[in-house]
């Protein structure tokens, strides 16, 4: 994989994996700049990039009684003030061709959520902000189908692409991940992301809302690393049973710190495996 540089990061980091984290929506600044200042004490104590992610706004809810928000503007402005307070890039969805330009100017990371994934206006409109991108695999994609949607973005010249997987639907309100994924996205050259936190998702299951088994997080995220990927992506929360999207499936704040440890240390044993196979 190519390096390249998003904010104040080179990517792939000094241990080979970076971290996308975060909670599912900025639903104050209090709660946000919580997570922030975690976020930003684990990045130091375990040497490992991170970049916090924060929906501005959440465009795609089971019921229209959902809360999609705090308002644009204000939101956008607490991710900007994440960036300059922590020096630490931040990530953003974009779900129409008309949020892109405001969204770009607050954020370092835009991201296509996985419904959208097939969008090429969309696509095309994200990659010429020069930002990074983030392609989430959508629910209903193969993976090798995943090299078309980056071809889009990359038509226009912006070489920084990454590509996340989250899981395929299984039915009705399930969620799988195929493994296979991985090493097939990879294969296009870009960066492969694996999304913990979604890919235990029930999508629609809770009545109105989707709802999640977070038991299956750790184990998915250490096959995940395992198999090979760049970087990892974490919905976080200080309250998870609080949050008003996603809260069957976001990371307790406090848990997440071990779980990067053991998945660091997990990604250092196949790399000294890696290394012994290949010196024989």
Known sequence: MQKFSIGSLTLPGPKGLFLIAGPCLIESRQMALEVAAELDRIRKSEDVPVIFKGSYRKANRSSASSFTGIGDLEALEIMAE???????????????????????QYVDVLQIPAFLCRQTDLLVAAAETGLAVNIKKGQFMAP??????????????????????????????????????????GASGWPVIFDATHSVQLPGAASGVSGGDRRFLLPLARAA??????????E?????????????????????????????????????????????
């Open 82 to 104: 994440i960036r300059e307070t922590y020096d630490m890039p931040v990530l953003t969805d974009v779900h129409e061709t008309g949020e892109v330009e405001l969204a770009a």
């Open 144 to 185: 090798g189908d995943m090299a078309y949607a980056a071809e889009k973005a990359a038509s226009t010249g912006n070489k920084k692409i990454m590509l996340t997987e989250r899981g395929t639907t299984f039915g009705y309100h399930d969620l799988v991940v195929d493994f296979r994924s991985l090493p097939i996205m």
């Open 225 to 234: 690393v395992a198999v090979g990927v760049d970087g990892l992506f974490f």
């Open 236 to 280: 976080v929360h200080p309250e998870p049973s609080m949050a008003k999207s996603d809260a069957a499936t976001q990371l307790p704040l406090g848990e997440f710190r071990d779980v990067v440890r053991q998945l660091l240390q997990l990604q250092a044993c196949m790399h000294s495996i890696h290394g012994a196979f290949h010196s024989r």
